[in-house]
C-alpha cells in the first residue's frame, strides 16, 4: 500500500530528498506516485506537518 499526501501540505520538499524511489511529484500541493511508492516511510518521518500518511 503506497502513502498519500493530505491537504496539510505545505509544499516544502522536504519529502521529496527523502524518497528513494522519486515518487513524489511536485506541485501545490504534492502528491505520490502510487504505482512508484516502495511505502518505505522515509517521506514520512521528513514532512515537517505530518501530511504524509499509509494510504
Known amino acids: 500500500m503506497s502513502h498519500k499526501i493530505s491537504d496539510a501540505c505545505i509544499a516544502c520538499g522536504a519529502c521529496i530528498d527523502s ?15 502510487a504505482e512508484a511508492c516502495t511505502d518505505c516511510g522515509a517521506c514520512v518521518s521528513n514532512c515537517p506537518v505530518e501530511a504524509i500518511s499509509q494510504g
Open 19 to 33: 524518497c528513494p524511489s522519486g515518487a513524489i511529484v511536485e506541485g501545490e500541493k504534492y502528491s505520490i506516485k
